[in-house]
């Protein structure tokens, strides 16, 4: 699990499938806004640059990361169109619960989700101690986990469509 034996970001172009064909959605979460924005432009980027028409990609801001999962579920059932969600989203621990309620919650609620629609909903989610490791996840040295969740959407719609 650990980023540090793991860097998602050093995937190999040439085993991405080609996204063109698809339709995505974005819901970005907008709490810690610096961190999620730099998410949010990896995420485009890495779809854009894997064939995706940028008329394909439908971008939806919810206030926090608690509403990924609603944007996402009225998000695909109101637009049938949409291969696949990437949720982004940014929670850092303070002095309360709220971390754990909200980080438990986000993950199930993504996972229902998929199962519900039976279509991906990635988990671009970073769950960290402090806001240095959310930069260095989000743009810094571990990469950015915007452009995983990207391939990752990419790969399973992929797969999707050709089982
Ligand atoms: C309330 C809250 C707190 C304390 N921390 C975060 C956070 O670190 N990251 C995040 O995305 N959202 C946070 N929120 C807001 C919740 O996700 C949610 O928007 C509110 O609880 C309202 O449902």
Redesign the pocket.
Known sequence: MSTQLKNLSDFSHTTVPSGANYTFGIIV?E??AAITGALYNGALKTLLDHGVDEANIVSIPV?????LTSGADILLSKRKDIDAVICL????Q?DTK?FDF?CDAVAQGVTNVSIKYSKPVIFGVLTTNNLEQAQDRAGGKHGNKGDEAAITAIKMVDFSANI
């Open positions: 979460a709490w810690n206030p926090g990361s608690f509403e989203g940014c929670v850092i303070g709220h909200i």
